[in-house]
């Protein structure tokens, strides 16, 4: 492996005072408003510049995920200490109509590897990766089957050299993407339904579990981790 870059990640696990049911899309919609509330004058929790309102377009160094009921907040780089320093444990937030309180938060904090692999590596979405708007989606309708598996390793690769510039990384070589295995999954997000997929896939990038590529990854999409 060649070494490109180790960049700091944590992992913030919540438990709440009470049992919360319900898909994970709208619960991770809500966490991320909630959190994003609170700390509404930090624009790593919305994405959006505190004095002027304006998205911010970066890649997302505070992502929101959830998992059996309870909440995941990820950061990288710059955000990792910020949420280190959080005072998590007795934080009070409303998701949805719920109030809820913070009862115990699982802190786990290193560093994420990023590299040029010697063989292809595998892995697998976690969550469903979005990786088409309306324009591409179109375009992804009318082909037939062997060339719209190209197109979505065409998109997915583009997207992985998006996520590695917004972390600062420079891929010096050819990036090989290859789907092994994929389906297609329904999603919602702001209030559109889009096409997500899920499945496995292999390239020559060293990539670290809980990294996500794609849209909407502060919403919990594209979260991918090492399939061997």
Known sequence: MHLLA?????????RWDRELSGEAEPRIRQLRGALGNTF???????????????????????????????????????????????????LRLRLGDEPVQVTDATVRAGTGTFGVATRLLRYRFDTPVLLFNQENYRRYRQLD??????????????????MLRGLGVTFP??????????????????????????GEFATNAVLP????????VSHGYGCLVASE
């Open 40 to 90: 509404r004058e930090d624009a790593l929790f919305h994405q959006h510049d505190p004095a002027t309102g304006r998205l911010l377009f970066r890649y997302p160094r505070v992502q929101y995920r959830w998992h059996a009921g309870q909440g995941l907040v990820v950061g990288w780089a710059e955000a990792v200490q910020r949420l280190l320093d959080l005072p998590w444990l007795d």
């Open 145 to 162: 089957a062997p060339a719209q598996r190209r197109e979505c390793e065409r998109l997915l690769t583009a997207s992985l050299l998006m």
């Open 209 to 216: 579990d809980g990294v996500a590529c794609g849209h909407a």
């Open 173 to 198: 070589e050819r990036l090989y993407v290859t789907f092994i295995a994929h389906r297609r999954r329904t999603c919602h997000y702001k209030g559109e339904r889009l096409l997500g997929l899920v």
């Open 6 to 14: 180790e960049i700091p990640q944590a992992r913030i696990g919540l």
